[in-house]
């Protein structure tokens, strides 16, 4: 404790050129226990389909205060849908190919879309992959939650494991064009140590699907 407060002093007495307090790592460390941003003013800068983009002036953890532009988005939800039916050892999973225009080529990933206003996850994971693969499931489990870029990105997503499938017909969006591909695990993994899956939410689903599996956790 007397260690702790020596530091503290320290900082404190510590002037920069122009006679304000200069924190230093220590005290940034100090300071960020138990405290949230302070929000002074939050503008709408733009405001879209999907996201909206806001101007906010804060006041940091560690004191600073900083204008940050962040994208705000309601969340999102993935689906790792497996067939374990045909070969439990190495079970086949449901990805999608499609064109990403922000990326610039085409992408395989995990089906995902948003979670609407008022929509629960589950409710929206299963709407999510009947409208982009027709398939259904029996059987959901959550597998993790994760920020994409928190850096300036709101937006939150949820994989979940979809088990016991079953095909039906498809229901995309007038501007989805949407190609399902069905693989085994195994190739899935193959193309992730290739460099051949850019896409992160497929990159976490599936090693974390195949981690929990060999570790006897599924």
């Known amino acids: ?22 924190r230093s790592p220590a005290a940034t460390v100090i300071s960020q226990k138990g405290t949230k941003t302070n ?10 389909k999907v996201f909206s983009v806001f101007r906010d002036e804060v006041i940091e953890p560690t004191g600073m205060r ?24 190495d079970p086949d999973v449901i990805l999608e190919r499609q064109y990403r225009h922000a990326a610039g080529q085409f992408l395989l990933e995990l089906p995902a879309g948003r979670v609407e206003p008022g929509e629960s996850t589950l409710a929206a994971a299963k709407r999510e992959m009947i409208e982009e693969t027709g398939y259904r499931a029996k059987r959901w489990t959550l597998l993790t939650k994760y920020f994409a870029s928190p850096g300036f990105l709101g937006e939150w997503m949820q994989i979940y494991l979809a088990r016991e499938i079953r095909n039906g017909k498809a229901q995309p969006e007038d501007d989805e064009k949407i190609d399902v591909v069905r693989m085994p695990l195994s190739e899935a993994l193959a193309l992730v140590s290739a460099n051949k899956i850019h896409d992160g939410k497929t990159l976490i689903g599936l090693m974390l699907y195949d981690r929990a599996r060999r570790q006897g956790l599924l």
Do not use: C, W, Y
């Open 39 to 48: 929000v002074l003013s939050s503008k709408v800068v733009f405001k879209g």
């Open 1 to 22: 404790m007397a260690q702790k407060k020596k530091i503290e002093k320290k900082v404190t007495e510590k002037k920069s050129p122009a006679g304000r307090p200069v």
């Open 66 to 89: 900083n204008v940050r532009e962040v994208i705000r988005h309601n969340g999102s939800v993935v689906i790792l849908a497996v067939d374990e039916s045909k070969n439990p050892a």
